[in-house]
C-alpha cells in the first residue's frame, strides 16, 4: 500500500460527513424576521471515494451534498442533508444551488448536467433543458433579475472541449439560444459576466493539463490530478465582450491582466460604452498549490472594458482578502454599490504539517466583509474565536427601496464544537450582533455555494 500524505482538504471542516439527515424544529437563538420563508440551501463537495492514500483528490472534486434549512413564519422547521443523486452516478453536480424556472437546480461545471431538486430535498432528477444542455453545464450562469433570462458561458472536458458554448434559457428555463465560441485549448471558465446588453467571456491561463488528465485516467494520480487544471503560463489572459443572444462572429476579444478569476461580483454598462466588471482575482492558481487556490490571497479588483479603446484597466479595490463575493441580485448587470464576502486573511494560507510545498496549502475561510466600492470602506463581522464563514446571501427585505435593506444570510462553522449555525445579520450593518443563530444538528463541510431560494419561487 501507498505511503498516506495528509491532504488538508480531507482533515477538519474540509473532511466529508458520512450520512443524511433529517432534523426539526431547531433551536434559534434571537429572533428570525417572520418575512424570511423559504429555504436556506448550501452546496459542497462530498466526496465518497478517494482514493485511499489521499495524493490525487482536489477540494472541488467529489459528490454533491445539498444541506438546506427551512425557515417559516420566524421558525426554523428544519434541516436537511442529501447527496445529489441525478438519473445515473456521475449525475452529481456540486458546485452551487439556485432556482430558476421554478426549479431548483444544482450546478457543475466542465460536462455535468444540472439535477433538479424538489422543496423538500427529498426527489432530484438530471435536467437538461430538453436537451439543449445535455452536453454539460456551468456552475454559474447569470440570471437577469427584470427578465428573468438565464445567461451562461460552459466549458466542457471531452472531445470537441476547444470552445466554449453560450446558452439563455427563458424565464421558464427553455433554451433560446445556443452560440459556439471557439477558443484555444481548454480554458477553465468557472464564471461569466453579464450587464443590461452585454456578456463578458473570461479566457485565462488556467487550462486541462493533458498529463495529468493521461495520469487520473490510468489510475495512478498525482498530487491534486484529480481536477487535472493547471496554470498555463502560454495560454493568453483575455476576456471576450458580444451582445447578449450574440455568435461567435461578434465576439470581441481583449488583452486582461494576468491573473485567475472564480468569481464575478457584478458588471454593469457605462453610458460610454465602456463595462466595469469587480472580480475576485489571483496573480496564480493551481502553479505552486495543486489542491486547491492556495497559491495567495485573492483581492477585489475593478476591470474597466473600454471596447473603444480595446483596453482593459484594473484598479484593486481593497487590500482585504476576499472571496464568494455577492450582491443584492436585483442589481444583477446594473451599476451596484456594495457588495459582501467571506474574508480570507494570511493565517487562512497555511501549510499542513507537511514540509514539501505540494503537500500543503488549505484555503481557509475567516470573517464577513461588507464592501462599498464607491468610498472603498470596509464593514467586518467577527464571528467569535474559532468561528469562520465562507459565501453570505443578500436577501432583500419586501417592499427595499436601498441597495443593502435586507439580511445576511451565512453558515458559520464554530471550531471550538465542530458544529455549524446558520447566521442572520442585518445587511446595512453587518458590525452589530447577529439577529438569529439557527443552531445545526451537525458541521456543514466547508463548500461553495448556496442561495437563499423563498416559496415563491419554487413552493413551498
Known sequence: MAEAIRNPYLEGNFAPVSDELSVDDL???????????????????????????????HWFVGQGMVHGVRLCDGRAEWYRNRFVRGDVPEDSPNTNVLAQGGRLLALVEGGGAPVTITSDLNRMSTWDSDGALSAGFTAHPKIDPVTGEMHSISYLIGPGAEQLRYDVLDATGKAVHTAELPVSGVPMVHDMAMTATRVVVLDLPVTLSMEAAGRLAAGAPQIGDALPMRWNDEHPSRVGVLPRGGTAD??????????????????????????????????????????????????????????????????????????????????????????????????????????????????????????????????????????????????????????????????????????????????????????????????????????????NEIGA
Not at 433551536?27 to 436556506?40: C, D, H, K, S, W
Not at 453587518?430 to 423563498?454: C, E, I, K, Q
Open 27 to 57: 433551536p434559534v437563538t434571537g429572533t428570525l424576521p417572520a418575512e424570511l420563508n423559504g429555504r436556506y440551501l448550501r452546496i459542497g463537495p462530498n466526496p465518497t471515494g478517494t482514493d485511499e492514500t489521499g495524493v490525487g483528490h
Open 250 to 455: 461578434q465576439v470581441r476579444w481583449f488583452d486582461a491582466p494576468r491573473c485567475y478569476v472564480f468569481h464575478v461580483l457584478n458588471a454593469y454598462d457605462r453610458p460610454d460604452g465602456s463595462i466595469v466588471m469587480d472580480v475576485v482575482r489571483y496573480d496564480t492558481v493551481f502553479r505552486d498549490f495543486l489542491r486547491g487556490p492556495a497559491d495567495g490571497l485573492p483581492a477585489l479588483a475593478r476591470w474597466t472594458i473600454a471596447p473603444h479603446r480595446g483596453t482593459v484597466s484594473e484598479q484593486i479595490m481593497s487590500d482585504r482578502g476576499v472571496e464568494w463575493p455577492r450582491i443584492n441580485q436585483d442589481w444583477a448587470g446594473r451599476s451596484h454599490r456594495y457588495g459582501w464576502f467571506g474574508g480570507v486573511g494570511p493565517e487562512s494560507l497555511r501549510l499542513s504539517d507537511d514540509v514539501d510545498r505540494d503537500r500543503g496549502g488549505s484555503f481557509e475561510p475567516g470573517p464577513l466583509i461588507k464592501l462599498d466600492t464607491t468610498t472603498g470602506e470596509a464593514s467586518t463581522h467577527h464571528f467569535g474565536g474559532g468561528r469562520v464563514t465562507q459565501e453570505p446571501a443578500f436577501v432583500a427585505r419586501p417592499g427595499a427601496e436601498a441597495e443593502d435593506d435586507g439580511w445576511i444570510l451565512s453558515v458559520v462553522h464554530d471550531g471550538n464544537t465542530d458544529r455549524s449555525e446558520l447566521v442572520v445579520l442585518d445587511a446595512a450593518d453587518v458590525t452589530t450582533a447577529p439577529l438569529a443563530r439557527v443552531h445545526l444538528p451537525r458541521r456543514v463541510p466547508f463548500g461553495f455555494h448556496g442561495n437563499w431560494v423563498s416559496d
